[in-house]
């Protein structure tokens, strides 16, 4: 009897406990957490979109078809296409593409200035396919120019990537499985891999066009000021329900380089927030995503987000590389402090 006693108790006791995480809440907190704001809406859409593909057709509904985009007047196709997904393989790409690219490139940009990079590339790509499509068709009197489709955040992130490229130093390589390619070259390569395995696409090809005007830039005419997002983000700006949301990285709080450095997290939006990888990001003062200045936005590094093999450091560029943990975080000390001066000197001005 005391031993049925007593495993009563500790049958009591131990229902009495916290009960067990739960995996699936405990994958979507850390989702949340660790993804940047606009990279994380890029991808719960396409999730979204890939689930109502088991009831209608989100091609059909929302990709950029000329004769509907043009002819039925249904605009908003020029901005949705990207984020269309019908099966689970391109669900796999676009998760390991965008957290590969986008997550990085917000983190060093900012959440602000990244969605209006996004979407300005979109919109750019889209317009030239409708062009493109529309003098096809005159050109050759098929039907068929008008009903093609321009889908898919891969059109976009080939876009990104060209963009890249474009601004990395063109004596840098990138790494395409065993093969090293010059860097200027290793966007029309991944589109010949995609052609090669799910067939020629127009869209994607025109996206890697828009990129490398953009890297170029050839496209600055359009594009935003630090200040103007900064703007964006005070307290009476068009952005400020979104900059308290988990995620928000504020451009006057985006690493900029830093963003590809090892060991550096992301996915704060204020003074507090420290990366994911233990420890505060040091901090730069953004610059325009479409300046085509000596010190453009976008890493160049050769590679290092897509795993290139360029030499040069992203914070010893210039000067002589760092050898020891002792010297590498005096360096980094050293770049904060002067970034966090020319900020407050810019706000201090603004």
């Excluded at 009563?8 to 993804?35: F, H, K, Q």
């Excluded at 601004?167 to 070259?185: G, T």
Aim: overall charge positive; proline content about 5%; aromatic content about 12%.
């Amino acid at each position: 009897m005391p031993a049925n006693i007593n495993d009563i108790n500790s049958a009591s006791s131990s229902s009495s406990g916290p009960p067990d995480a739960n995996p699936v809440l405990t994958a979507y907190e850390s989702y949340v957490r660790d993804t940047p704001l606009v990279t994380r809406y890029v991808l719960n859409a396409v999730v979204i979109s890939y689930f109502m593909s088991f009831f209608v057709d989100p091609t059909f509904a929302l990709a950029n078809i000329p004769y509907f985009t043009l002819f039925r007047f249904q605009l908003y196709r020029v901005i949705t296409s990207p984020l269309v997904c019908s099966s689970i393989l391109n669900l796999f790409f676009a998760f390991m593409g965008f957290m590969n690219h986008g997550v990085k490139l917000e983190q060093s940009m900012g959440s602000a200035l990244f969605g209006v990079l996004f979407f300005k590339l979109t919109i750019f790509t889209n317009l030239l396919f409708l062009v493109v499509s529309i003098l096809l068709y005159g050109l050759t009197n098929n039907d068929g120019y008008l009903a093609g489709v321009s889908v898919g955040v891969w059109t976009v992130l080939l876009s990104i990537i060209a963009t890249e490229c474009a601004q990395a130093p063109p004596n840098s390589k990138r790494k395409l499985f065993f093969l090293e390619i010059p860097v200027l070259y290793y966007p029309l390569v991944l589109l010949a891999l995609f052609s090669l395995f799910a067939g020629f696409k127009l869209a994607y090809c025109l996206g890697v066009a828009v990129g490398y005007l953009q890297g170029f830039g050839k496209l600055d005419r359009w594009k935003v000021k630090v200040e103007t997002a900064r703007k964006w983000e005070s307290e009476r700006g068009c952005l400020r329900g979104f900059y308290s949301r988990a995620g928000y990285i504020s451009v006057s709080f985006a690493s900029g380089p830093n963003a590809w450095a090892e060991g550096s997290g992301g996915g704060g939006n204020n003074e507090s927030s420290s990366g994911g990888g233990g420890g505060p990001v040091a901090v730069r003062a953004p610059t325009d995503p479409g300046a085509s200045s000596s010190t453009p936005s976008f890493p160049s590094s050769g590679g290092q987000s897509l795993g290139g093999g360029s030499k040069r450091g992203l914070l010893s560029r210039g000067s002589k590389s760092p050898k020891t943990k002792e010297e590498r975080a005096a360096l980094l000390e050293r770049a904060a402090e002067r970034r966090r001066q020319q900020r407050d000197e810019g706000d201090s001005a603004v």
